[in-house]
């Protein structure tokens, strides 16, 4: 056997997705990101069925997984255009949050360096008002590190779809032979 095999390699790329895929559902969590909690999840749930399909030889599997992962590149490719506000979008919008609440992007407060100070609020304003929290000293901003996530998603996706692509072939061919044994 191979020092690393197409399928080997699937099943480590697969089992890194999930490491980065939790990490990101942990943050989205703590800054209350709906939208992004439940494309996590579904991503979560497709990375163990493609896993699964790899481990037990199920090619059906690994080409559900296969689409999903162009599917997840489309949904990062949106996160970092929202992120970086191209095309009309703004990073301080509700859209994340299904305009339920005003929670943001749980980096906006605690990325690396920040230092974050609750200001008095108004007398007009409302307490429950993000705006009085005053954030200074960011070593990167939070929009960058939304991306950079972003960015390992699709990098990890991309990989991911030619291995699965190659497996799916190695099992197809290896399938049609032994029907014409």
């Given amino acids: 056997m191979g020092c690393c ?13 999930l490491l980065s895929a939790l990490e990101r559902q942990i943050f989205d969590f703590l800054g209350f ?19 699964f ?17 162009a ?14 506000e191209v095309g009309g979008l703004s990073k301080d919008t509700d859209l994340m949050t299904f305009n339920i609440s005003v929670h943001r ?9 920040c230092v974050r100070r609750v200001l008095p609020p108004s007398a007009h304003g409302m307490m429950d008002d993000y705006t009085y929290v005053s954030v200074t000293g ?3 901003d939070f929009q960058y590190l939304e991306v950079i996530h972003s960015a390992v998603q699709i990098l990890l996706s991309l990989v ?5 692509c190659y497996v799916i072939s190695i099992f197809m061919e290896e399938e049609d032979t032994c029907r014409n044994k």
């Fill in 160 to 164: 991911g779809f030619v291995y699965a």
């Fill in 105 to 113: 992007s749980w980096w906006r407060e605690h990325g690396p360096g």
């Fill in 53 to 69: 399909g790899t481990i037990q030889y199920r090619p059906r599997y690994i080409v559900v997984y296969t689409v999903w992962t």
């Fill in 138 to 140: 960011c070593i990167v």
């Fill in 33 to 51: 990101q709906w939208a992004p909690i439940l494309g996590n999840f579904l991503h979560i749930i497709v990375v163990i069925l493609g896993l």
């Fill in 5 to 17: 095999t197409g399928r080997c390699s699937l099943i480590c790329l697969c089992a890194l997705q």
């Fill in 71 to 84: 599917l997840w590149v489309t949904w990062n490719v949106f996160i970092i255009c929202f992120y970086l």
